[in-house]
């Protein structure tokens, strides 16, 4: 079975780090361009940043580009997320989702939730 | 950035009835690279279509989506109770990848 499970989030106060992490198993991890997508509190869905499978290309959210750094270890078959400069406005559930095919989301881990407050 | 508006922001329907959903995007989708996701509550997207008309492995016959360029729909033939949730679209065409702001579908 195709599974994506994330972790790391938790509280944080404003201005701080936090590591995210997502494992893949169940296929083969280091073949695929990976991607995290986060959803605020009763919002909708919003792409964040992508890597691609060999770490030749990385692209970022306006609003996290030089506060994000994605990066990811295919022989973990992992994903990390690196958040610093943290806001309030970062608090929501990230997902990571393996883009597939000429580039939708599928499938997507089960979202680990980050809340920015004091 | 293509952005996605998706209207109204929510439906209510009766379990059988048929529901369409649309998406409009203000650039064209190249290749029509748009998808749509369903979102129950306290649920991880799924998706449902992708192409703007392929459906995803495993997803009943009753979602169908169609559309090209500018404008899309996704249509439930008949709906399920499970049926009742936020659906998104999105285009994977170009950066950034960008999603429609949801439609909720409620129950009549």
């Known amino acids: 079975e195709v599974q994506l499970v994330e972790s790391g989030g938790g509280l944080v106060k404003p201005g701080g780090s936090l590591r995210l992490s997502c494992g893949g198993s169940?296929?083969?991890?280091?073949?695929?361009?990976m991607n995290w997508v986060r959803q605020a509190p009763g919002k909708g869905l919003e792409w964040v940043s992508s890597?691609?499978?060999?770490?030749?290309?990385?692209y970022y959210e306006d609003s996290v580009k030089g506060r994000f750094t994605i990066s990811r270890d295919n022989s973990k078959n992992s994903l990390y997320l690196q958040m610093n400069s943290l806001r309030a406005e970062d608090t929501a559930v990230y997902y990571c989702?393996?883009?597939?095919?000429?580039?939708?989301?599928?499938?997507w881990g089960q979202g680990t939730l980050v809340t920015v407050s004091s | 950035e293509n952005v996605l508006t998706q209207s109204p922001g929510t439906l209510s329907f009766s379990p059988g009835e048929r529901a369409t959903l649309s998406c409009r995007a203000t650039?064209?989708?190249?290749?029509?690279?748009l998808a749509w996701y369903q979102q129950r509550p306290g649920q991880t997207p799924r998706l449902l279509i992708h192409?703007?008309?392929t459906r995803a492995t495993g997803i009943p016959d009753r979602f169908s989506g169609s559309g090209s360029g500018t404008d899309f729909t996704l249509t439930i033939s008949r709906l399920e109770p499970e049926d009742f949730a936020v659906y998104y679209c999105?285009?994977?065409?170009?950066?950034?990848?960008?999603f429609g702001q949801g439609t909720k579908l409620d129950i009549k």
């Open positions: 169940g296929f083969s991890f280091s073949n695929y361009n």
């Open positions: 890597i691609s499978s060999g770490n030749s290309y990385i």
């Open positions: 989702a393996r883009l597939s095919g000429t580039g939708w989301f599928d499938p």
């Open positions: 650039q064209s989708v190249t290749s029509n690279y």
């Open positions: 192409g703007a008309s």
């Open positions: 999105q285009q994977y065409a170009s950066l950034p990848y960008t």
